[in-house]
């Protein structure tokens, strides 16, 4: 039998990192076992449907470079993809659970399900369904049914039994059927839950290896409890771990930053870069190589390898691994990259000759706004650190920035082995240290204590520039 995996999102709002890792790995997975790999959009929470929410997560995952065999957009043989164009088939089955005694009608209101929960709270019972209606005689169901009250169906979850499954990266789980609530497969409005619907859709998709996160552990044995009563074979399941946030504290979260990922793209993290340190949490080649392409990740990537202890989402790594692929990037190729983060007011030219400049100190695209600013706009002197690196007084750093300019303003050649050699023989011929000699020029100029290098940035800013600068900078320092 052909691999099959699959991911099945909900169109309730953005992709979240953590699924677009456990697509990589579904992807991966497949692929390296000439297998197949299935989008489905489980779209049955109507209430926190968000529109277009269906194709942005197909667009996201296209833009990180992994695609699918079969899905909504494109189709194929056990379709269709969307839940919600398959509502006759989850009826028909919750029928056929009734039908053979493993699912019931519920017809408890909404009052007296809150009742109940309350009841066993404060009496501190387990929160389950207390079966009030699978007590009802077939008379009784019947006339409800003719009245047309409002019900559910539940799963009836056999008593004092094991259910036990194996996961490839957790070995033997075991649950006890006492603990498992009579869950509700069939909603009032006739949409599945997420059981009824994942279950029935991965057997009808031909899904062999369900590969998803650990959230879904207690699901489980409700899954293969319905696989049971279907009659069919049960997948091969891993639960991979949460990923922690940057912290090292708890689940990655919204209250701790942006998690989409689309919010990487837009922040300027390569897709190459950011599937690579998602290849790598958690899981290691054998010859402990951290860069990885898409296509030895295919060959290498074994889901059974992946630890089961949750990884800390280490930003700094995620940057180190980025910069690095910023570098292999062609000075064309990256400014194309980079041309959405270019300062409005910097020129076609400025522009190209920033890009090598800090090509080796980016670590994500979108620094480029920030830490290219000052070439086109005027800094904000701050004085305290001026006079900090000047180590003169106010009057005397300006009197020798009033030299630096008036050396600068006599050059009638301003290309950076002119300005470097001019500036080399003035602080000699002045006897400041380099250091102080030339950080006050770049504070003065640029308003920053790390910019690249001097004189390649007072060649891009421009000399009638860096006189502005300058003479501006005196009068600061004068007033």
Known sequence: MTLRTRIAPSPTGYLHIGSLATALR?????????????????????????????????????????????????????????QSQRLDTY???????????????????????????????????????????????????????????????????????????????????????????????????????????????????????????????????????????????????????????????????????????????????????????LMIMGWAPEDQQEVLTLDQFIHQFDIAKVSAKSVTFDLNKLNWLNGLYIRKLSDQDLQQQLTPYKPTDMSAAQFRQVIPLVKERLEYLSQFTEMTAFFVSNPDINLHDLLKESKVTAADTADYLAKVQTTLESLSDWSVAAIESALHQFQQDIGWKPRPAFMTIRLAVTGRPATPPLFDTLHVIGQSTVITRLSHAQKILRS
């Open 91 to 277: 009826q028909q089955h919750a029928q056929q659970l009734i039908d053979g005694g493993h699912a019931y009608y519920c017809f408890c209101t909404k009052d007296r399900l809150a009742e109940m929960r309350q009841h066993q709270q404060d009496h501190h019972q387990l929160p389950k369904y207390d079966r009030h209606c699978l007590h009802l005689s077939p008379e009784e169901v019947k006339a409800n049914l003719e009245q047309h009250l409002p019900h559910v169906v539940r799963l009836k979850v056999p008593h004092d039994q094991q259910v036990t499954f194996t996961d490839l990266i957790r070995g033997d789980i075991t649950f006890s059927t006492n603990e498992i609530d009579d869950q509700v497969l069939l909603k009032s409005d006739g949409f599945p839950t997420y059981h009824l619907g994942v279950v029935t859709d991965d057997h009808l998709m031909n899904i062999s290896h369900i590969i998803r996160g650990e959230e879904w552990i207690s699901s489980t044995p409700k899954h293969v409890l319905l696989y049971q009563a279907f009659g069919w074979p049960v997948p091969v399941y891993a639960h991979t771990p949460d990923f922690l946030s940057p912290t090292g504290k708890g689940k990655m979260s919204k209250r701790q930053g942006d998690v989409s990922a689309q919010s990487f793209l837009d922040k300027g993290y390569l897709p190459q870069a950011m599937l690579n340190f």
């Open 26 to 82: 579904n992807y991966a997975y497949a692929k390296g076992r000439d297998g197949q790999f299935v989008i489905r959009i489980e779209d049955t929470d109507r209430e926190r449907y968000v529109e277009g929410a269906v194709e942005a997560v197909l667009k996201v995952l296209k833009d990180y470079g992994l695609d699918w065999d079969e899905g909504p957009d494109i189709g194929g043989s056990t379709g269709p993809y969307i």
